[in-house]
């Protein structure tokens, strides 16, 4: 529609199928529009088709973990830019330290956050 404002765009790249439905819910009811991914592979493949304003990314994948498509979605040009938030389980000092290294915003440990709290961190990230 003409006039409409353009909702942005939040590749979610998680396999925990609950998860996605839960956090895409969230997201959508926020007025963003969610795209998901269940492997890394898919992940880079959606975010060259759609180029998502932000992407959520868990480390634990099926196919690599989720620095390695993290690594693959910097080598576009427009992938350096990307705005990206990490969302794992994962919480040791050397995973935080390669997302910093690779220009990830925000680092969330899954089990730290509720849905809300992680709504509001993804507003506050695409709002700088």
Do not use: C, H
């Not at 609950?18 to 975010?47: H, R």
């Not at 705005?83 to 794992?88: D, F, G, P, T, Y």
């Not at 915003?105 to 992680?118: D, H, Q, R, S």
């Amino acid at each position: 529609m003409i006039g409409e404002a353009q909702r942005e765009k939040i590749l979610l790249v998680e396999d925990d199928v609950f998860m996605i439905e839960l956090l895409a819910k969230d997201l959508e009811q926020a007025g963003f529009e969610v795209i998901t991914a269940k492997t890394g592979s898919e992940g880079v493949a959606l975010f060259e088709k759609n180029k998502p304003d932000l992407i959520l990314l868990d480390l634990l994948l099926p196919d690599q973990n989720g620095f390695d498509t993290l690594r693959n979605v910097r080598r576009s040009p427009e992938g350096r830019a990307t705005k990206v938030m990490i969302l794992s389980n994962i919480a040791e000092g050397p995973d935080m330290d390669e997302a910093k290294r690779l220009g990830v915003m925000g680092y969330m440990v899954k089990a730290n956050f509720t849905l809300p709290e992680i709504v509001k961190k993804i507003q506050e990230v695409l709002s700088k």
